[in-house]
């Protein structure tokens, strides 16, 4: 298990009621709660079809090909 920090946070009454009840729906301890949004908000998963769209416009940008400089070789002796 990963190691844990102990933290006192003042909360409004509205606030601490509204995790709780939300605990309870989804089964959790309020500690649980509040890690779990914290996580959500902190780190939210990504959709990677959410972008399918831009990454099949980038793909159907023009390629532009550079020539290729040309190197001299030097002459073995």
Known sequence: ???SVSL???LPEDLHAA????AR???RSLNGE????L???LFPVVDA???QHTRQAVSQMPRHTFPRPTVQR???K
């Open 1 to 3: 298990m990963p190691k």
């Open 8 to 10: 006192t946070v003042r």
């Open 19 to 22: 995790l709780v009840e939300r």
């Open 25 to 27: 729906l989804d089964a």
């Open 34 to 37: 509040i890690i779990f949004l």
């Open 39 to 41: 996580r959500e908000g």
């Open 49 to 51: 079809d959410a972008f």
């Open 74 to 76: 030097r002459r073995s």
